[in-house]
């Protein structure tokens, strides 16, 4: 049985362990280096902006997290944690070099909700957990008031955007950065 639930502080480790896997990969073809450090701090900086937009998915069997979705009701608010916060300053590099990519200028202006990152471990992919989460996050944000959210995927990833697509997402901007091409896609609430 696998529940779904936000994590607490204790849960960064093995949530970090699980995002290195998932995005390890992406990463080394951006040529883009983060310390298992600098994503727990990623990882622990969402958490301090928004705990409840924060979900997981575990498996009860075996006590394991098998999955993960962030989302949050304004990337200003995560900005606002990072420059208040006492967290790792590496962020600000960090967050300074990929806010182009995920925040186009159209962010700030509207009651926008976001949703960073979501991975699910390779042996439970293809369960409906990253609906299940994907879904969790959604009525969250909607709970908060948000009019839209925002996800973004490598275009290559086809069978994460089938499924946004399939949540009422549509595609609304395509751009390449470093030889990968991304999709920013958007649901109205």
């Known amino acids: 049985m696998i529940t779904y639930s936000n994590p607490n502080f204790k849960d960064l480790d093995e949530i970090t362990d699980l ?17 298992k450090n600098q994503v727990k701090d990623v990882l622990k900086l969402y958490l301090l902006t928004d705990s409840n937009g924060f979900f997981i998915a575990r498996d009860n069997q075996s006590s394991k997290i098998i999955g993960f979705m962030i989302s949050v009701t304004s990337m200003n608010k995560v900005w606002f944690t990072l420059l208040t916060k006492q967290i790792h300053k590496s962020l600000l590099f960090i967050f300074s070099k990929r806010a182009p990519l995920i925040t186009p200028p159209y962010v700030s202006y509207w009651n926008l909700g976001h949703l960073p990152a979501e991975g699910i471990s390779v042996d439970y992919r293809g369960k409906g957990i990253a609906k299940e989460l994907a879904i969790k996050a959604i009525d969250y944000l909607k709970s908060k008031g948000v009019k839209a959210v925002l996800f973004e995927a490598l275009k290559e990833n086809k069978a994460i955007i089938n499924l946004y697509e399939k949540l009422g997402f549509k595609v609304v901007k395509e751009f390449s950065h470093r030889k990968f091409s991304w999709i920013i896609l958007l649901k109205d609430l």
């Open 19 to 35: 995002y290195l896997k998932t995005f390890s990969s992406d990463f080394e073809k951006l040529n883009f280096k983060l310390s």
